[in-house]
């Protein structure tokens, strides 16, 4: 086995309990394994198992290849990073939600801590920045927000809010966007509708310390994987956002999904052209990640499942380690010549997910117009 397949079983070791200690743990090299673990932002998927605070791992269960002293301490310096920035970000997360609550906005943080509170340890998730989605359309929200910090250039879906020196804020009129306009129409208005019973969906972390408004299960589900979409389309994506909706599929189940709940789901993703793609995310879950059948609301695609996971290796945590891209740009020269080499790069996606792959190059065009016209900042989630 590859030093790749090594870390996928280990990983489907350490997010099932189930699972049986994998013989690749004999093999692996833990630097290396933290370098992998980096690049997707998911460290703390390994950490308690290989440090054996979970109770998993024994010392003989490493069969003679128990970490160095130097590995444990490259493991040992990312957990209390993890944990630090975790605790920030929960306390951050909360006075945002109850500031915007008390200035009269009702709210719901999309993605972030609201993700990291499914998780088995909530403060070994990689965690980022806020996003909170505010009741009331965007008129109303900029007109508050510049009140605070005039004159900052809003997306069509949020505004920056630097409420905080140590956590950026992302304040959302909507929580996402396609770049189809005709399917965008559509989604804009099943936001809408669905809007309101987001802002009263409050859950506690599992030790009591902090509570906020999450999506509903049904909502989350769909708004999450059009992010994964979205991001796959555009940029790439990690395995963080992945395993994200690992832990959501599970809770989905946990809080007593119905049979009619995911026939509503996989209404509201024919409706919105991503069937193909959730099928996809679903093998991987299942097939990669270990995740049982019952947690699935789509029956698997082996074919698109393999071809995703691909993209998703190759381009690791939003694309930041996207390579191919950058092979083709290198010695290109002129702006033109770069706009159609990075537009031909988007195509590659046109045969898998045509209806939002072939608006890739107008979608830029625009963004790259609005930069320079209006200093208006990209869209994004």
Known sequence: MDSTSNYFELLKFCLNEDQPVPSCIKDINWHDLLVFATKHAIPGIFLPTILMENGRLSKDDFMGNKPSDEDVMEWVFEGHRLRKNN?????????????????GF???????????????????????????????GREKILEFTNQYYSGRKASSIHVDFPMFRDAEVEVHFRPSYMLNPFIDR??????????????TNKVTSPDGKYSFNIPTNTFNLFFQLLHIYRHIIK??????????????????KGDGMTEADKNELVKVLKRF?????????MYIEQSLLGLDRDYLYVEPDEKEGKFIINEVLEAGNFGKYETRMNKSMKGARGHVKRFLILESFHYRLLLHYPSESFWVPFYDFRGHLRRRLKGEPVDDD
Do not use: H
């Open 87 to 103: 605790t920030t970000l929960f306390g951050r997360t909360v006075k945002a939600s109850e500031w915007f609550l008390e200035n």
């Open 106 to 136: 009702r709210n719901c943080i999309l993605k972030g801590q609201g993700n990291a509170i499914m998780y088995p340890d909530p403060y070994m998730r990689t965690c980022g920045d806020i996003d909170i989605w505010l009741e009331g």
């Open 186 to 199: 559509k989604v804009k208005k099943y936001f809408e509708e669905v809007a309101s019973s987001q802002f």
């Open 235 to 252: 940029e790439g994506i990690g395995l963080r956002q992945i395993i994200d909706y690992y832990y959501l599929l599970r809770k989905a």
């Open 273 to 281: 052209r991503m069937l193909k793609f959730a099928r996809a995310i």
